[in-house]
């Protein structure tokens, strides 16, 4: 095992996965990664359209030159960041990545692209379903290498 890719959301339930990942990359000396993906759905609410106070964080946007995606990686990064101080042990983080899309579909992408030997979510991701998340269950169902479930 030489790369171990965590998802990483900020959840409870990615803390668990993070150190279970953290523990794997120390034991077998692999290289950890951390993916966080954005979703639109995390800073875009229908329900704000037209009123005033998103017409105001439009215009603040265009004024500094950026777009919500720009918003959004800014915060992925900061979670990636508290992400590397809930590490336990001496492993070090060897890439941090922040994407922007359908979390599963991302992660899966990005095992893919950086050619992991595992990757390690969570039970559940913010966004929670009764049994498994949906987005660890896509995982699962989907990726090119083994998925470890930490709980």
């Known amino acids: 095992m030489k790369k171990v890719l965590v998802a990483f959301d900020g959840s409870e339930s990615s803390i668990k996965a993070l150190n279970m990942g953290g523990k794997l990359a120390e034991k077998f000396g692999a ?15 229908a329900g ?45 983080v060897a890439k941090e990545i922040v994407k922007i899309g359908h979390p599963a579909e991302e992660i899966i992408k990005t095992a893919e692209e950086e050619g992991v030997d595992i990757i390690v979510v969570g039970p559940h991701s913010k966004r929670k379903t009764l049994l498994m998340g949906s987005v660890g269950k896509e995982v699962v169902e989907r990726a090119p290498c083994s998925v470890l479930v930490a709980r």
């Open 31 to 45: 290289e950890l990664y951390l993916v966080y993906v954005a979703h639109l759905s995390d800073i875009y609410d």
């Open 48 to 92: 704000l359209l037209g009123k005033p106070e998103f017409t105001e964080v439009l215009e603040s946007l265009k004024r500094e030159g950026k777009n919500f995606a720009d918003l959004l990686t800014e915060s992925g990064k900061k979670v990636l960041e508290t992400a590397k101080s809930c590490l336990e042990g001496s492993v070090l």
